[in-house]
């Protein structure tokens, strides 16, 4: 193999064969093919003798030896210096530039990086030597069934794997992700079917849950010819009930990526929860934006708790359509109704709680067991049938605290809580405020509008002295090269330029530095070998020098942010991204042609969402004459110019996300009206509102600008 081949093969899935980046011409013969491919995925040298029983078993034994010869000559022609044989064995060479994708995936497989196990089943195109069958090679065609089997067992229990780490963070759309690829894969996998559905159930996808139920039963019976198990008939009922079964809470597990510069803040939430214990605990708020690294200290501080023997109800919110009130409430309470976790099965006991009570909280749990029947008043019943629901939840979760002792209620994502939820949440905290219970909730304040009911209580709160709430800021370039650092078998060369090519983008986000290796794994640049870390220099130089294409992950965290803009100021954000992550408010307002007043509403619509920053007002000014006075005061005459209000977006990826949503025509479109607005005196410019919109104030849009 000459120095300058590089060789990259791939098996699973359509089979592919390059040499320096072409596609090798075609062999002699499909067994030709065969015999190749075989030879790639033994990694060993192989008798003759086994390849002329594979491939020739019918002929005899001098014409099957010549048979090999021909091919094994036919391969070299297109693989020069491939192959290493002798009178007895032939062996396919491994090289420093060969790369096969078995290879690659058996090397991801063995990693306990969750970024490593997503890469490996990426590398998972289909079946391996999908398009290849040899039907006059039996013993071949034995072989190739069983190296099938294997691999689509290989590949389903890294999808396990994956599904369970993300149920177990409440990550259901990841989850969803993977049990869709397992189930194109495998659709006769019943397992996966259950896991689906609940997971459906889980995102508040009960009617999508019910229907895929119908879904598997058609699938097992046309492939399987079986009904669905009891497990599944069981997890159908206890959709249809709403179960208790069915918990979201969150179990504690490793946050993917270490702590760092988080000791301060964790001492501080230590403090707060030991101030709860003790009765004097405040409503404890982590602030910070999407991807900082609230959910993964708060991993950290439950495990601490957790370790002192404080109960944890956990639960996450999500901005649901379908009017689930209460919902994160209900299922952080859940496991409390558990008859093998909580203290349900002991209320008639040394947990007396009067049937009244019990009715109530069956509107919220239908797994509390009623003496008798009861008729269940609507949950939008009037003022004093919700003081009878929610003063029922206190005594309960009262009743839950003495018999636990201590305990921890903690609510992810509040920003998207209900009204109703964050009215319970209100109630119980002011009930509950002197027990030994720790009431903690993270979200993203950027998420927020000033009239959002989430603003009004926290108000509420610091007049009150009832708060406690703490910031996290991004990390630093140090604690970032610090993740970095745990790729082992870098060199200090290759270490500097992924943390130029990482850290500037990240901004200081741990989990769009993630989502950055993530990426660069799945495209081969980054990759796991069994001594330690590889790095592609070249190809990550080549992707530095053009427009960093934003990780998907990150990308539909952007767009989710975007999605709760206004119509016309979301396009009037899209005119300020084709001006540059940073631009000029007077620019804007321009080329915009829209009122003055209506952009300033964005601006600051925009940084109170987060997206944008204002930087510092340049202000220009020129001295004038000076007229003295007999007291020596003097009046300073001066030409000012305009000041230059400069605003920047919060994210470089955020920025992408934006201008990326315009077409190439728009985009050119808008540069040439920017070129035009810079080249015409202000106030002169004869431009119309864009894309035919009507004048703001006809279109009645003043009210929605935030």
Known sequence: MSELDHIHIRLLGPIQIERNGQPIGNLESRKALGLLCYLCRQGKPVARQELVALFWGDKAESRGRGNLSRVLHNISQHLPNSLQADRRTVHFRGHERLWMDTVQMERLARSDQLHSLAAATELFRGDFLEDLGLDDCPDFDVWLTTEREEWRRRVSQIYHTLIEHHTARGEYESSLRHVNRLLALEPWQEEAHRQKMLLLHLSGQRSAALAHYER??????????????????ALRQQIEELNDALTSSVRPVPPRLPLLERGEDHTWLVQQWEAARRGAGKLTLLEGSAGVGKSALMEDVLAYTGGLGARALRSRCYNYRTGLVYEPLVEAMRPLFHPKEGVMGQMTGQIALAESWLVELSRLWPEVQLQRKAVLPALDEDTTARHRLFEAVAHFLEAAIAQERQMVLFLDDLHDADQATLDLLRYL??????????????????????????????????REGHLAARHLNPLSNESLLHILRRYQGLTGPELGQLGRYTIDRCEGNPYVLEELLLDLGNRQILNEAEDGWRLDSPRLSELMESRVPVPFGVAAVMENRLARLNPRARRLLQVAAVLGREFELSLLSRVSAEPDEWVEICLSNWMNRGLVVELQTQTGASSGTRNGTADGLSDRVAERTPARHLYRFSHGFLWQVVLEELAQLQRERLIERMEAVKTTPPGQEPITPLAGLRPIEESGEWSQAL
């Open 216 to 233: 598997s039963r058609r699938v097992l019976a046309e492939q399987l010819g079986v009904q669905p198990s009891p497990e599944t008939e």
């Open 429 to 462: 905290f002011h009930r509950l405020q002197f027990k030994p219970i720790w009431f903690v909730c993270a979200y993203r304040r950027e998420e927020t509008t000033p009239n959002h009911p989430l603003v009004l209580w926290r108000n509420v709160l610091i």
